[in-house]
Nanobody, 129 residues
Framework: QVQLVESGGGLVQAGDSLRLSCAAS????????MGWFRQAPGKEREFVAA???????????NYADSVKGRFTISRDNAKNTMYLQMSSLKPEDTAVYYC???????????????????WGQGTQVTVSS
């Protein structure tokens, strides 16, 4: 069982930066593949970024086209924490951001909600114009 707690959300202006954190509990949390999703008002939850687990020798990452070049996903296994560094924020980035995790035995990333077993409660990011 893994518990996830997001933090770092807030109200910022367009063009600003913000870093979200996702703290994971559990002895094997560092081996889990993890991802960020977001849900804007009136819209379905969508994929933002993902990072593979530690099964492989390197970490693989993937981003939604809408955030590529502006957002960076990373993880610090010593702290059992995943991050999402968001730069050049736009009003359309406004959403509740969720982190997710799943066991990963092959060292890959996952882009679909149905592929994740554990979810955080979400953190609100609001970008004003």
């Amino acid at each position: 069982q893994v518990q996830l707690v997001e933090s770092g959300g807030g109200l910022v202006q367009a063009g600003d930066s913000l870093r979200l954190s996702c703290a994971a509990s559990g002895r094997t949390a560092s081996t889990y593949a993890m991802g960020w999703f977001r849900q804007a008002p009136g819209k379905e939850r969508e994929f933002v970024a993902a990072i593979s687990g530690s099964a492989g020798s390197v970490y693989y990452v993937n981003y939604a086209d809408s955030v590529k070049g502006r957002f960076t996903i990373s993880r610090d296994n010593a702290k059992n924490t995943m991050y999402l560094q968001m730069s050049s924020l736009k009003p359309e980035d406004t959403a509740v951001y969720y982190c997710a995790a799943r066991n990963d035995r092959v060292g890959t990333y996952y882009k679909y909600e149905s592929q994740y077993d554990y979810w955080g409660q979400g953190t609100q990011v609001t970008v004003s114009s």
